[in-house]
């Protein structure tokens, strides 16, 4: 049995640099909090939490002068206000591509476009773009596309870890619903790759493993992609979550990873399927 990793699954600069932030800030501090959890991997959280990083809900958790980690995937603009008014010290982790977003929405609102953000409702990225204009329009799919009324002016960006294809299908809508559309393509060049690499990977293996937790957006759209391009695909957590009988017959495995799963875990399920292809051999 082959067993082939996406050369760049798991982990994207932005999380990476933020993980380590968070622990650059432990050692240096002894503690770090954060609000809410900063990468949408419960391994993550726990481990960084043994390093003594601490998930709080809201600023009024942290005592003054503490540091304050803000997530890769952006903050409200009034948890920075709040931040300088408590006195707590700010290590941002914001993802440069996640600053990109907020400019170009920013330029479109200074143009008088109506703002629409490709996305999903209620995650932490997206609320954070909406928050840098006065009204936005946030659509989720094209069902959601196909309800809007028709526009003369919009400006269109979506959350970086999208699919290009959902992408597509609602701006092919879009089409139809605005006269003066700008679209600025803000799927992130990691995302991009990984979601390339998944196809090419899914189409070629006889089983596709995705490793990513059930509350990341980004590895469920990631799973979702490889059934498209391969029926016999699974999303797991960790190794324990891989299962022996779906290795029956299969030659070639094809391995990857959401942007917020450590290579860790990655390593593990790799190291849990050889050890299924030793049973089967011995
Ligand atoms: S998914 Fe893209 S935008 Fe988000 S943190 Fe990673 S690199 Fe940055």
């Known amino acids: 049995m082959k067993i082939s990793v996406a050369k760049d699954a798991g982990y994207c600069f932005g999380v990476r640099d933020a993980v380590n932030m ?13 609000l809410g959890d900063i990468v949408h991997n419960e391994r993550v959280v726990r481990d ?5 990083a601490k998930v709080v809900e809201t600023l009024d958790d942290i005592p003054d002068d503490s540091p304050v980690l803000f997530r890769a995937h952006g903050t409200l603009n009034k948890l920075w206000d709040e931040s300088t008014d408590k006195n707590v010290q700010v290590i941002d982790a914001t993802c440069p591509l996640v600053y990109e977003i907020h400019r170009e929405v920013k330029k479109l609102s200074l143009d008088g476009r109506q703002i629409i953000i490709i996305g999903d409702h209620g995650h932490d990225e997206v609320v954070a773009i909406a928050n840098q204009v006065e009204t936005t329009i946030i659509v989720a799919s ?10 003369k002016k919009a ?3 979506s959350q970086s870890t999208q ?6 299908e609602i701006m092919n809508i879009l089409m139809t619903k605005v006269f003066d559309l700008h679209f600025v393509n803000t799927i992130c060049f990691p995302t991009k790759r990984n979601q390339a690499q998944i196809k090419t990977l899914a189409e070629n293996s006889d089983i596709m493993i995705i490793i990513g937790s059930f509350t990341s957006a980004n590895s469920k759209r990631l799973t979702q992609l490889a059934l498209e391009k391969n029926k016999n695909s699974f999303q797991v957590t960790c190794a324990d979550d891989v299962k022996k009988i779906w290795f029956k017959g299969v030659n070639q495995v094809g391995i990857s990873a959401g942007a917020s799963t450590p290579d860790k875990l990655i390593n593990e399920v790799k190291e849990k399927i050889k050890m299924i292809n030793k049973e089967k051999v011995n």
Request: zero cysteines; glycine letters at 8%; proline letters at 3%.
């Open 155 to 157: 400006g269109v960006v």
């Open 48 to 52: 960084l939490e043994k390093a003594g």
């Open 22 to 34: 968070a622990y650059d800030a432990t050692e240096k501090y002894g503690n770090v909090y954060m």
């Open 142 to 151: 094209p069902e959601e596309a196909s309800k809007l009324k028709k526009m």
């Open 163 to 168: 699919t290009i294809e959902n992408v597509q």
